[in-house]
């Protein structure tokens, strides 16, 4: 864990990001229903996605997406995907993951960065509050909605 880095996707790199493994039980929680409805209306030109490197192995995969113009609020600026593979997790990599994309926010000018997450025993949540996202409201489909301000 001592040599993190977010690299574009690449030939390379895509395949690896596509075969990290989840830990049993998560990956309900991968893609909250919020997302699932949103994504087809996304423009890829405004995605941010990053693999994580340590060393020469990819270890996990963070996708933001960045668009002033998003008629709703909480897609403006959003980590729209993570996660780490299950062997690496609670490591560090999906803090290192998540400060990288709130400073590309930040240099993109936004002052916040929002997340929907479902609860559950398997879940996220934990991540997220330790990460210091804060819970601002609720999304039509039950999920938490929340914002990390930069
Ligand atoms: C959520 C996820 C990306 C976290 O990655 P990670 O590299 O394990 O996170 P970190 O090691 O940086 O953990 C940071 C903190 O969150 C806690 N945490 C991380 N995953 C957790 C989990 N599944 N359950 C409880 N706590 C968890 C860690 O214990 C640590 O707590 P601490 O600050 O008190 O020590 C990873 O668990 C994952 O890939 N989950 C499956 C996909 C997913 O749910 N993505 C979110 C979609 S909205």
Known sequence: MSDLRLEPLSAATIAAAHSLALRPGQEQYIAPVSYSIAEPLLDPSTSWPRVVVDGDTVVGYIMGHFDPEHPKEEFRSVLWRINVDGDAQQSGIGTF???????????????????IWDGGDEGPERFFLSVGFRPIGETEYGEVLGALEL
């Open 97 to 115: 993951a998540a400060h990288a994309l709130a400073e590309e926010a930040r240099q993109r000018g936004f002052d916040r960065l929002t997340v």
